[in-house]
Nanobody, 114 residues
Framework: QVQLVESGGGLVQAGGSLRLSCAAS????????MAWYRQAPGKQRELVAT???????SYTDSVKGRFTISRDNAENRLYLQMNGLSPEDTAVYYC????????WGQGTQVTVSS
């Protein structure tokens, strides 16, 4: 059973930065895929960024050049560095892992004020 716990969310002004962290209960080096999703009020959950076990990354178009996903296998942590935040980035951000099954964290709120 994989447990994921996000942290690092908060309130930030437009143009600011936040770094989200996701602590995993297992050894993430073997996880096929980890990702960050987000869900804004009244909208569907959307994929923000993905990183594979080999370190390949991908991003949704709206965050390319602003967000960076990374993983620290030694610390069993997933990160999302978010720069140049805008009010449109306001959402609950969820950590996701695929390892013999699908696992989600509880989410962390990110609010960007204009």
């Amino acid at each position: 059973q994989v447990q994921l716990v996000e942290s690092g969310g908060g309130l930030v002004q437009a143009g600011g930065s936040l770094r989200l962290s996701c602590a995993a209960s297992g050894n993430i080096f073997s996880y096929n895929r980890m990702a960050w999703y987000r869900q804004a009020p009244g909208k569907q959950r959307e994929l923000v960024a993905t990183i594979t076990s080999g370190g390949s990354t991908s991003y949704t178009d709206s965050v390319k050049g602003r967000f960076t996903i990374s993983r620290d296998n030694a610390e069993n942590r997933l990160y999302l560095q978010m720069n140049g935040l805008s009010p449109e980035d306001t959402a609950v951000y969820y950590c996701y892992a695929f390892h013999l099954g699908v696992y989600w964290g509880q989410g962390t709120q990110v609010t960007v004020s204009s």
